[in-house]
């Protein structure tokens, strides 16, 4: 009952929080109420026993990735205010007609899930014992190591990329 | 319920309490310290060897006036300074003060508590901290501030990944994320983990004084020369709490060494029975007495050495200390596999 | 690969900066005017001038010795070096000798002052560069010389110790041991600064190979004093044009080799100890005798004009007096001041450094801008 509460409270914030994001005028906001937001879903992560992925979501991507996206923003701001036309190439009706698509797919997936007669696929069963941090470890070593690898040589290629677009010619 | 919310929340409000007048006592500690290190006396004037200053200063600060900038943007600029000190402050719901102990006939934990990612939310909580130095730079709506934020927000994020290096390495020794687990990691292997990973022992200590912009690394701060720093626009009060926001961080820092590498509540040398009797002085004691060594030491490095340049930190943090940090995690866990 | 990325992006356009006359780390009011690309100094314009108060103007209304008063607050750090010179020039132009005994406590009045000069240019260097504890110690030494000036003359900073022909008083009884044992305890001082700074990493990194310049380079700007020996020139005025009474002590010129802040940093740091070996010598030596040489009640010089120079702790200074042999007052007086001439320097030394290295360099090269200005 109060996990019913606080699920409901905390879905309730972090939509709301996201319709600011993109709703707000000043690009700086957005970002911070981005920031509000992800801390929200990590206590959402808190809720569903990953306390591991919370701690993670809020150390990477609340502490480390949005902070550089407070750079960039802060940073061209200092020569452009916010654009406040209206771009001419917008398609405002096919957006909508297409998001509209969208959301009708999720409700029918969600609907046929509830009501069809096997009931959702089962979680795989916990193959290790001991806590978030160890369960997590072993899957992504073992079953998920190729996809692991290959993120990490994405990072390396960014990181590179990074480098030589700011190397200075000396 | 007693033992869920009565007695967490009494924790965390003497917590809270000690810490902030910790934090206004350390802003005395060190000029006392500084002066003595420099032949001279310190505040002497208000109350008995100046011990009444932090209350002076605060009076003073807080009667000064609030001036806000008129162009700046009025929630950020009220918002960071907070986003600076709270996130300092709820670090330690982590710290284990202490082992169980016997009060009015309970059995009550030295600490708030304990998650069994401990480690990982020190740095977590710590990486947020970053936010109110960006905004504070931000809300002052001038160009000089601004990069003088910038600058000391890139010193930080850049000394946070030659910390969670070592980190790292002291995980795989310990085996558990859990602030209280590495105390008792440490208990079980009869050894502070100070000589067991000391170069991890070093370079979190550099590490956490770049993190808290203390010297040497606090060209942003001191940056008498010309960009007066992120906090230029900021008077009064607010002025006060990017202040005690820095010492929350030096004691959080102190806190969180001492439980990693000094044994947190154990006394020295926990696996020599010969030593019993340091048993007699409580943990708790001996965890403020390695605490407040190593608030000594920081206060020590300030008077004594001269401050890097800007280049030459940044320089430190990627090429040495990172590069060392992967190295001893190599090390560690080749020496783990093996042993 | 070439990488193209839109110019506007990157915009590093240059930025002025103004290092404003208020400064913390100017040692007093000057401005310099920054042209940055990022962090780095491209160029720099710097404006003197805020401390300008016409000595050399003043002093055609004052009579000769008045002036030795004007001529405390050039160099406020050092008055009595400032003292020291003008009071030769005249005697220069009047062609009067300074008995033994004057010229040895002069001596060693100057030696006195080009430590306590020294200390308060180490203070102040490692302060800027962040070791704030130096500074205190520094001062503290400095304390004990201006106790020791006090009880000479009773001023500690603005002393016109000196007069035209020799010394107004003779040094008080048990002076001299007095000055003995702070020169022990200059000794035992020194080795502390050496263990703060000399081999601290920290201080090398911030003062190696900052602001190099070679020894043509330096002689070409009109660098002085040991802003100019620390380019490895040997050039001492102490030893090559002798005056008071330097010919009959046995000192060394600490040269430097680089010319970067590190050595000229070195060479003040063995200047103070040299000048400890001055000082002990003078006093061990001191001759009886008088202190003022035959001067006139009213003193006027002939006609004629005259160029006299010193090495003060700052660098070479030299006065240039011309007298027209009628009036009580010069005609003209004209100062070489040193730390203008190394503030000329500064231009050259700077550019290419960042903005952290400027305060280093503004302390290396040892200015004070009461002698700058005038």
């Given at each position: 009952?109060?996990?019913?509460?606080?699920f409901?409270?905390l879905?309730?914030?972090?939509?709301?929080?996201?319709?600011m994001v993109?709703s707000?005028?000043?690009?700086?906001?957005?970002?911070?109420?981005?920031?509000?937001?992800?801390?929200?879903?990590?206590?959402?992560?808190v809720?569903?026993?990953?306390?591991?992925?919370?701690?993670i979501?809020?150390?990477?991507?609340?502490?480390?990735?949005?902070?550089?996206y407070?750079?960039?923003?802060?940073?061209?701001?200092?020569?452009?205010?916010?654009?406040?036309?209206?771009?001419?190439?917008r398609?405002?009706?096919?957006?909508?007609?297409?998001?509209g698509?969208?959301?009708?797919?999720?409700?029918?997936i969600?609907?046929?899930?509830?009501?069809?007669?096997e009931g959702?696929?089962?979680?795989?069963?916990?193959?290790?014992?001991?806590?978030?941090v160890e369960?997590?470890?072993?899957?992504?070593?073992?079953?998920y190591?190729?996809?692991?690898?290959?993120?990490?040589?994405?990072?390396l290629?960014?990181?590179?990329?990074a480098?030589?677009?700011?190397?200075?010619d000396? | 319920?007693?033992?869920t919310?009565?007695?967490?929340?009494?924790k965390?409000v003497?917590?809270?309490?000690?810490?902030l007048?910790?934090?206004?006592?350390?802003?005395?500690?060190?000029?006392?310290?500084?002066?003595?290190?420099?032949?001279?006396?310190?505040?002497m004037?208000?109350?008995?060897?100046?011990a009444?200053q932090?209350?002076?200063?605060?009076?003073?600060?807080?009667?000064?006036?609030?001036?806000?900038?008129?162009?700046?943007?009025?929630?950020?600029f009220?918002?960071?300074?907070i986003?600076?000190?709270?996130?300092a402050?709820?670090v330690?719901?982590?710290?284990?003060?202490?082992?169980?102990?016997?009060?009015?006939?309970r059995?009550?934990?030295?600490?708030?508590?304990?998650?069994?990612?401990?480690?990982?939310?020190?740095?977590?909580?710590?990486?947020?901290g970053?936010?109110?130095?960006?905004?504070?730079?931000?809300?002052?709506?001038?160009?000089?501030?601004?990069?003088?934020?910038?600058?000391?927000?890139?010193?930080?994020?850049?000394?946070e990944?030659?910390?969670?290096?070592?980190?790292?390495s002291?995980v795989l020794?310990?085996?558990?994320?859990?602030?209280?687990?590495?105390?008792?990691a440490?208990?079980?292997?009869?050894?502070w983990f100070?000589?067991?990973?000391?170069?991890?022992?070093?370079?979190?200590?550099?590490?956490?004084?770049?993190?808290t912009?203390?010297?040497p690394?606090?060209?942003?701060?001191?940056e008498?020369?010309?960009?007066?720093?992120?906090?230029?626009?900021?008077s009064?009060?607010r002025f006060?709490l990017f202040?005690?926001?820095?010492?929350?961080?030096?004691?959080?820092?102190?806190t969180?060494?001492t439980t990693?590498f000094?044994?947190?509540?154990?006394?020295?040398?926990?696996?020599?029975?010969?030593?019993?009797f340091?048993?007699?002085?409580?943990a708790?004691?001996?965890?403020?007495?390695?605490t407040?060594?190593f608030?000594?030491?920081?206060?020590?490095i300030?008077a004594?050495?001269p401050?890097y340049?800007?280049?030459?930190?940044?320089?430190?943090?990627?090429?040495v200390?990172?590069p060392?940090?992967?190295g001893?995690?190599v090390v560690?866990?080749?020496?783990?596999?093996?042993? | 690969?070439?990488?193209?990325?839109?110019?506007?992006?990157?915009?590093?356009?240059?930025?002025?900066l103004?290092?404003?006359?208020?400064?913390?780390?100017t040692h007093?009011?000057l401005?310099?005017v920054?042209?940055?690309?990022?962090?780095?100094?491209?160029?720099?314009d710097?404006?003197?001038?805020?401390l300008?108060?016409g000595?050399e103007?003043?002093?055609?209304?004052?009579?000769?010795?008045?002036?030795?008063?004007?001529?405390d607050?050039?160099?406020?750090?050092?008055?009595?070096?400032?003292?020291?010179?003008y009071?030769e020039t005249?005697?220069?132009?009047m062609?009067?000798?300074?008995?033994?005994?004057?010229r040895?406590v002069?001596?060693?009045?100057?030696?006195?002052?080009?430590?306590a000069?020294?200390?308060?240019w180490?203070?102040?260097?490692?302060?800027?560069?962040g070791?704030?504890?130096?500074?205190?110690?520094?001062?503290?030494?400095?304390?004990?010389?201006?106790?020791?000036?006090?009880?000479?003359?009773?001023?500690?900073?603005?002393?016109?110790?000196?007069?035209?022909?020799?010394l107004p008083?003779?040094?008080?009884?048990?002076?001299?041991?007095?000055v003995?044992?702070?020169?022990?305890?200059?000794d035992?001082?020194l080795?502390?600064?050496?263990t703060l700074?000399?081999?601290n990493?920290?201080?090398?990194?911030?003062?190696?190979?900052?602001?190099v310049i070679?020894?043509?380079?330096?002689?070409?700007?009109?660098?002085?004093?040991p802003?100019?020996?620390g380019?490895?020139?040997?050039?001492?005025?102490r030893?090559?044009?002798?005056?008071a009474?330097?010919?009959?002590?046995?000192?060394?010129?600490?040269?430097?080799?680089?010319?970067d802040t590190y050595?000229?940093?070195?060479?003040r740091?063995?200047?103070?100890?040299?000048s400890?070996?001055?000082?002990r010598?003078?006093?061990d030596?001191?001759?009886?005798?008088?202190i003022?040489?035959k001067?006139?009640?009213l003193?006027?010089?002939?006609?004629?004009?005259?160029?006299?120079?010193?090495e003060?702790p700052?660098g070479?200074?030299?006065?240039?007096?011309?007298?027209?042999?009628?009036?009580t007052?010069?005609?003209?007086l004209?100062?070489?001041p040193?730390?203008?001439?190394?503030?000329?320097?500064?231009?050259?030394?700077?550019?290419?450094?960042?903005?952290?290295?400027?305060?280093a360099l503004?302390?290396?090269?040892?200015?004070v801008?009461?002698?700058?200005?005038?």
């Amino acid at each position: 009952m109060g996990e019913a509460i606080v699920f409901y409270g905390l879905s309730a914030l972090i939509l709301g929080f996201a319709v600011m994001v993109i709703s707000t005028r000043d690009t700086v906001h957005s970002v911070l109420f981005l920031v509000v937001n992800f801390l929200l879903v990590a206590m959402l992560y808190v809720l569903l026993g990953a306390e591991f992925l919370a701690v993670i979501q809020v150390l990477v991507y609340a502490g480390g990735i949005l902070v550089l996206y407070l750079f960039v923003v802060m940073l061209v701001n200092l020569k452009r205010p916010p654009e406040t036309y209206q771009d001419p190439r917008r398609q405002t009706r096919l957006g909508l007609a297409l998001s509209g698509a969208v959301l009708a797919e999720f409700v029918a997936i969600g609907v046929y899930g509830y009501t069809s007669p096997e009931g959702l696929p089962a979680v795989a069963a916990q193959a290790v014992e001991g806590g978030n941090v160890e369960q997590v470890g072993w899957v992504l070593y073992t079953n998920y190591l190729i996809p692991f690898e290959v993120a990490s040589i994405l990072l390396l290629v960014a990181m590179i990329g990074a480098i030589v677009l700011a190397q200075r010619d000396v | 319920m007693v033992d869920t919310l009565v007695i967490p929340l009494l924790k965390i409000v003497i917590l809270l309490n000690a810490i902030l007048i910790a934090v206004t006592y350390m802003v005395l500690l060190e000029r006392k310290v500084i002066a003595w290190v420099q032949s001279r006396l310190g505040p002497m004037r208000v109350g008995p060897y100046g011990a009444l200053q932090p209350i002076a200063d605060a009076i003073k600060l807080m009667a000064k006036e609030d001036i806000t900038p008129t162009r700046a943007d009025r929630w950020v600029f009220t918002a960071a300074p907070i986003v600076v000190l709270v996130p300092a402050l709820i670090v330690f719901a982590v710290i284990p003060f202490g082992p169980e102990v016997e009060l009015f006939g309970r059995s009550v934990p030295l600490y708030i508590t304990d998650i069994n990612v401990g480690l990982l939310y020190v740095v977590a909580i710590a990486s947020l901290g970053v936010y109110g130095i960006i905004l504070a730079g931000w809300a002052s709506n001038s160009k000089y501030p601004l990069l003088a934020s910038l600058r000391a927000t890139a010193q930080l994020i850049s000394y946070e990944v030659a910390v969670t290096m070592i980190l790292v390495s002291l995980v795989l020794t310990a085996g558990t994320l859990s602030m209280v687990g590495i105390v008792e990691a440490q208990r079980d292997a009869g050894l502070w983990f100070a000589f067991v990973q000391p170069v991890a022992f070093v370079v979190f200590f550099i590490g956490g004084m770049a993190e808290t912009n203390r010297a040497p690394f606090d060209m942003p701060e001191a940056e008498q020369e010309l960009t007066g720093g992120f906090h230029t626009e900021y008077s009064g009060m607010r002025f006060a709490l990017f202040f005690l926001a820095e010492y929350a961080n030096m004691i959080v820092i102190s806190t969180v060494a001492t439980t990693l590498f000094l044994g947190g509540w154990l006394r020295p040398f926990p696996g020599v029975a010969a030593l019993g009797f340091l048993d007699l002085v409580p943990a708790w004691i001996w965890f403020l007495f390695k605490t407040f060594v190593f608030l000594y030491v920081f206060l020590w490095i300030r008077a004594t050495l001269p401050r890097y340049r800007y280049d030459q930190l940044m320089r430190l943090g990627w090429k040495v200390l990172i590069p060392i940090g992967i190295g001893n995690i190599v090390v560690t866990g080749v020496v783990k596999v093996l042993l | 690969m070439q990488v193209e990325v839109p110019s506007s992006m990157f915009d590093t356009s240059e930025l002025v900066l103004n290092m404003g006359p208020q400064h913390p780390s100017t040692h007093g009011v000057l401005r310099i005017v920054l042209r940055l690309d990022g962090e780095r100094v491209v160029d720099s314009d710097i404006v003197v001038g805020y401390l300008h108060r016409g000595i050399e103007k003043l002093s055609e209304n004052r009579d000769w010795t008045q002036i030795i008063l004007l001529t405390d607050r050039m160099d406020y750090v050092a008055a009595a070096s400032t003292n020291l010179v003008y009071c030769e020039t005249v005697e220069k132009l009047m062609s009067v000798e300074v008995p033994r005994r004057a010229r040895y406590v002069r001596t060693i009045l100057a030696e006195l002052q080009r430590i306590a000069s020294h200390c308060l240019w180490l203070g102040t260097h490692a302060m800027d560069i962040g070791a704030m504890t130096v500074f205190l110690y520094a001062f503290r030494e400095r304390e004990l010389i201006l106790d020791l000036f006090e009880e000479y003359c009773g001023a500690r900073l603005t002393y016109t110790a000196l007069r035209i022909g020799g010394l107004p008083l003779d040094i008080p009884p048990g002076w001299d041991t007095k000055v003995l044992s702070f020169c022990d305890i200059m000794d035992s001082k020194l080795g502390e600064y050496e263990t703060l700074l000399t081999h601290n990493r920290i201080w090398l990194d911030r003062t190696k190979d900052i602001g190099v310049i070679d020894g043509p380079d330096a002689i070409g700007l009109g660098l002085c004093g040991p802003t100019l020996r620390g380019s490895a020139v040997p050039r001492d005025v102490r030893k090559d044009e002798p005056y008071a009474a330097y010919d009959e002590f046995e000192f060394d010129v600490p040269i430097g080799v680089k010319g970067d802040t590190y050595d000229r940093y070195l060479v003040r740091l063995e200047e103070f100890r040299q000048s400890l070996r001055i000082i002990r010598q003078a006093i061990d030596g001191l001759p009886e005798g008088p202190i003022v040489g035959k001067v006139p009640r009213l003193i006027k010089p002939p006609a004629g004009e005259t160029y006299h120079v010193n090495e003060s702790p700052k660098g070479e200074i030299g006065f240039f007096i011309a007298s027209d042999g009628r009036s009580t007052n010069p005609y003209r007086l004209r100062v070489r001041p040193p730390s203008l001439c190394n503030l000329q320097g500064l231009r050259r030394l700077i550019r290419g450094h960042l903005v952290a290295d400027v305060v280093a360099l503004i302390g290396s090269i040892d200015i004070v801008l009461g002698e700058v200005d005038r």
